[in-house]
């Protein structure tokens, strides 16, 4: 063994102790490389701006709890129906046939147009009713309003409050879907004759009205709209 050789030995010697204390030795309780990738999905990739999140579903995990925002079937109309009575099937068979349709916000849309309807009836506005009534109903409103302009009288309306506005009939039916909705409101509503003297209703008493009313619509329309198809009252 030459001088050469021995001196690389010692080389190598010198340089694996060196390595051996920088790098450390492996017990067997390491702790698994961290996946870059994996942590900046757990912590929000703070320290990198450039993470572009690629949609996708954990499928290494155990199923995650309902939480409360779950609503079990049984409870899909809570506070509108009651789960098997004839309201909430009729509610199931227009969701069933419309996956757009939301009993909320259609009484929300009822609401308003209880009121449009009432005051459009009572100021003889032809055009308004014509977007909001189907044909016959239409037609039964303008011959009263006709009968008004012939006897020259002139109906005044106000509303106080809508007090209630439910759902007591649901059904789905071929293309269409009817929703009967039960109004209970506070108004004030007096008919005056030319010589402005009231004939029918009181200009200052206020009286508890309720309305029970049916809209329907074309469930393979576009228009989301509904028409007021039936209207009926009870005391």
């Known amino acids: ?17 060196r390595l051996r204390n920088v790098l450390g030795q492996r017990t067997g309780n390491e702790r698994p490389p961290f996946d ?8 929000g990739a703070q320290d990198n701006n450039n993470v572009v999140p690629i949609p996708g ?6 199923p995650l709890a309902p939480t409360a925002d779950v609503v079990p079937p049984t409870d899909r109309w809570k506070g509108l129906a009651e789960a098997g009575t004839p309201l909430a099937l009729g509610l199931d068979a227009i969701a069933a ?7 909320r916000h259609f009484l929300s849309g009822a609401k308003s147009a209880y009121e449009m309807i009432v005051l459009a ?6 055009r ?18 006709k009968d008004r302009e012939k006897h020259e009288q002139k109906t005044e309306t106000r509303f106080v409050s809508i007090d209630k506005a439910e ?13 009967t909705v039960r109004f209970v ?32 619509r074309d469930i393979t329309s576009r228009d989301p709209n509904w028409k007021l198809v039936g209207t009926g009252s009870a005391q």
């Not at 046939?97 to 009993?103: E, G, I, L, T, W």
């Not at 009836?121 to 032809?126: P, Q, T, V």
């Not at 009713?129 to 016959?136: A, V």
């Not at 759902?167 to 929703?179: C, F, I, T, Y």
């Open 121 to 126: 009836f009572a100021n003889g506005d032809r």
């Open 57 to 62: 579903a954990v499928i290494d995990q155990a």
């Open 36 to 43: 870059r990738a994996a942590r900046n999905v757990l912590t």
């Open 97 to 103: 046939q419309d996956s757009s349709f939301d009993p």
């Open 167 to 179: 759902l007591v009939g649901a059904e789905a039916r071929d293309r269409a879907a009817q929703l």
């Open 128 to 145: 308004a009713l014509k977007d909001l009534l189907s044909s016959e109903v239409y037609e039964s409103f303008e011959t009263v309003i």
């Open 1 to 17: 063994m030459d001088i050469y050789t021995i001196i690389f030995l010692a080389l190598a010697v010198f340089i694996f102790l």
């Open 185 to 216: 409101s506070q108004m004030i509503t007096a008919t005056r004759d030319k010589a402005g003297t009231v004939v029918d209703g009181s200009a200052d008493t206020v009286a508890d009205i309720t309305d029970v009313w049916t809209f329907a």
